[in-house]
């Protein structure tokens, strides 16, 4: 059982949605947190709740789709805290669209901000890691990365690259004293997920953010390797569109994923 007070975690997207829970609950364990989100206003609000519940919060305001400056964040994150214990690869972008109506500007951003960001800051911290022989780094992926979401399908492929990345990397690390954990929430009650101004598929449960954000710090403490929330049904649902992809596009259909994610991407266009 690894314990979390007193560690150092940086943690991506902590401005709003799963990330300010997952903020709370650190703080609540009473964690150093390195905030960062590319809102200042929003982060500062989050680094007071933090103090107030125990934790210590550091906001910076950071747009990790820019890769290439990734070593500037390390660089401040070093000269005012030291080094990180635990990495939180959070922040994430989606836009909804028939593949065809994508720019390439949207496969780049996506793709970056999803999976290449979450991969060049372990890049760049892990060596630190290895110095000391610990650390853990957690990936929070999605369902969408176990099946391909219709009109969804950039965000889909960030996702599944998400999660065999972490598959690999922990592999690696396995003789080390170094935690990899990948997350893959549901559908969850955030602004990634009102934004798209529709239901659930009638089938599907919302989880609330706090339910997620205790998942991803029981990933970190039991060094569990992979979470799928909502449980066994999920998993045995997504091992079977596994072997047989058909079956899984009918149950999309049957649910309502297809034609509520092609709803999203007319709304999303006509916007
Ligand atoms: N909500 C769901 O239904 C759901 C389901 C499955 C998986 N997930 C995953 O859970 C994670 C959190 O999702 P969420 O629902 O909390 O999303 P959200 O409410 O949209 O929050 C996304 C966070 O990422 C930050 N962010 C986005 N682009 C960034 C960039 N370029 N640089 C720095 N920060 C950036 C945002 O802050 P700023 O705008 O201030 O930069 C915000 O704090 C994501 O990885 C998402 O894919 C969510």
Known sequence: MTSIAGKT????GASGGIGSFIARALA???ATIIAVSRSQAKLDEICT???????????IEFDISQVAELP???QQINQVSGQ????????AVEKYRPFQHYALQ?????????LIAGMELTRLILPSMLARNS?????????????GMPYNSIYSASKAGLIMWTDALRQELADTNIGVSV???????TGMFSALGVPAPSLARVAPPQEVAIAILNAIKQNQAEVILDGLVSKLLFSNFQLFPKFGDLVFKWIGVTKLNKNCAEKQMRS
């Open 28 to 30: 609540k364990e009473k």
């Open 183 to 189: 997350v893959c929430p549901g559908y969850t009650a």
């Open 72 to 74: 500037k964040l390390i």
């Open 135 to 147: 650390g853990h780094i957690v990936n929070i992926a999605s369902g969408s990365g176990k099946k």
């Open 106 to 114: 949207d496969i780049q951003s996506t793709l970056t901000t999803n």
């Open 84 to 91: 990180i214990d635990i990495l939180i690869n959070n922040a």
């Open 9 to 12: 975690v940086l943690l991506t």
């Open 49 to 59: 709740e933090i103090e107030a519940l125990g934790g210590r919060g550091i906001g």
